[in-house]
């Protein structure tokens, strides 16, 4: 058992039978009154979000769990199929507990997956991924000081906005949490 001084970003608990992991939170002291936390939690399972407020010092029960690294194989439209990368074993994931990341799936993408037990809880992938633009229109010439942007299809087929000056085929790096273009890679 550990207590609320103890919260982190990510960090899973097991509460009304279920896993849950904290998404945020923050540390409340009122000028009346006892302290409190104040979370978002995301449950595991459901992938429902819930804002919960805990006591200061309550104790929670925390999952631990073990990260272990694979790389995404492929997918066959319902399973998606991770490789382990010391024992070569395959493991599969049902879509639904993907959607968060699948526009970021493609072959030989190394994840971290997090378990508890043998049971497989969440897939985190890099916080930054090179991509490459399949479709976009052109851009006009001259026109790049003014921040523009416009949609670019991936390869993945996500739909982010980048600025004029990129063409289909370059190599641009994102940013998976917010789905953003950071810059143009080579």
């Known amino acids: 058992m550990a207590s609320t001084t103890d919260f982190k970003n990510g960090l899973i608990l097991r509460m009304k039978n279920s896993l849950w992991k904290i998404v945020e939170f923050q540390h409340v002291k009122p000028g009346k009154g006892a302290a409190f936390v104040r979370s978002k939690l995301k449950n595991i399972k459901s992938g429902q979000v819930v ?107 996500l739909i982010i906005q980048v600025p004029l000056f990129i063409k289909e085929g370059e190599k641009i790096r994102i940013d998976t949490k917010e789905k953003k273009y950071i810059e143009r890679t080579k």
């Open 51 to 157: 804002d919960n407020t805990f006591r200061s010092g309550e104790k929670v029960e925390i999952v631990r769990v073990e990260s272990h690294s694979y790389n995404y194989s492929y997918s066959d439209g319902e399973d998606f199929y991770f490789m382990d990368n010391e024992t070569y074993e395959q493991i599969s994931i049902q879509k639904e507990n993907l959607l968060d990341i699948i526009d970021f799936l493609i072959e030989n993408t190394s994840v971290d997956i997090l378990f508890d037990g043998n049971m497989p809880l969440e897939v985190r992938i890099p916080q930054h991924m090179n991509l490459i633009v399949s479709k976009t229109e052109q851009g006009e010439k001259g026109n790049s000081a003014t921040g523009a942007t416009k949609p670019a299809e991936l390869e993945t087929g």
